[in-house]
């Protein structure tokens, strides 16, 4: 079964710092990835999805790579801003169409 | 369009209750999907439809859970009874497809249902 795991839990960087989130999967046989963010009370809301046979997808300050030999893909923040303060998942599309989420990492962005 | 709707926001049962949790899609939306989330389990797939059909419910916990989608822009989620750990945190999120491409398969989250049994 895939397994999704996000390292750090919890991670505080003061505002201006450049950061990196880390997700790594188990098997490399996915459709593809997404990075979602998630605040407080509310719902997730996407951020970036990668094809599998991406590399890499861009938006604003946040960059997104996949390596899927190695079962790993970053989501990159530029310019931390306290407004990114937020949790941030990362989810695979496996096969048969199953999803797997990791369980998040908490970002504190402090001013 | 408002994005994807859920209600209610908030449901407070007796155990043994029956629950009912609602969700609109995005018009055009062809795949709707349910989650749940817990502290303990993190967020987890329990079914999803393609244009109103069930395709996938083996996250689906027990028979007590059931989903309905009677039309492209309405389904439910019901619990039947309810047990306190069924207490949780239940979204529902749609896409336009899962072989649209690049931003087609973006899933898009309502604000979700917390659920408390008691």
């Known amino acids: 079964k895939q397994e999704v795991t996000q390292i750090p839990a919890a991670l505080s960087v003061p505002e201006g710092e450049n950061l990196v989130l880390n997700c790594s999967f188990t098997?490399?046989?996915?459709?593809?990835l997404q990075w979602f963010r998630q605040d407080p009370g509310k719902g997730l809301t996407s951020l970036l999805l990668?094809?599998?046979?991406?590399r890499e997808q861009t938006s604003g300050r946040l960059n997104a790579s996949l390596d899927k030999s190695s079962g790993r893909s970053t989501l990159y923040i530029a310019a931390s801003q306290p407004g990114d303060s937020a949790t941030y998942l990362c989810a695979v599309r496996g096969n048969f169409n199953k999803f797997y989420f990791g369980s998040g990492t908490k970002l504190n962005v402090k001013p | 369009d408002a994005g994807v709707i859920q209600s209610p926001r908030h449901e407070v049962t007796e155990m043994g209750q029956e629950v009912t949790l609602r969700c609109k899609p995005i018009?055009?939306?062809?795949?709707l999907f349910w989650y749940r989330q817990t502290m303990m389990r993190g967020l987890e797939l329990l079914i999803y439809?393609?244009?109103?059909?069930?395709?996938?419910d083996s996250g689906m916990p027990e028979d007590r859970f059931s989903a309905k989608m009677p039309n492209a822009s309405f389904s439910t989620l019901k619990i039947q009874p309810s047990e306190p750990r069924d207490s949780a945190v239940y979204f529902c999120?749609?896409?336009?497809?899962?072989?649209?491409?690049?931003?087609?398969?973006?899933?898009?989250f309502g604000p979700g249902t917390r659920l408390l049994v008691l």
């Open positions: 990668i094809q599998s046979s991406q």
């Open positions: 018009s055009g939306h062809d795949y």
């Open positions: 439809f393609n244009n109103n059909v069930p395709i996938d």
């Open positions: 098997d490399s046989a996915i459709y593809n």
């Open positions: 999120a749609s896409s336009l497809g899962l072989l649209a491409g690049g931003r087609g398969e973006t899933q898009y």
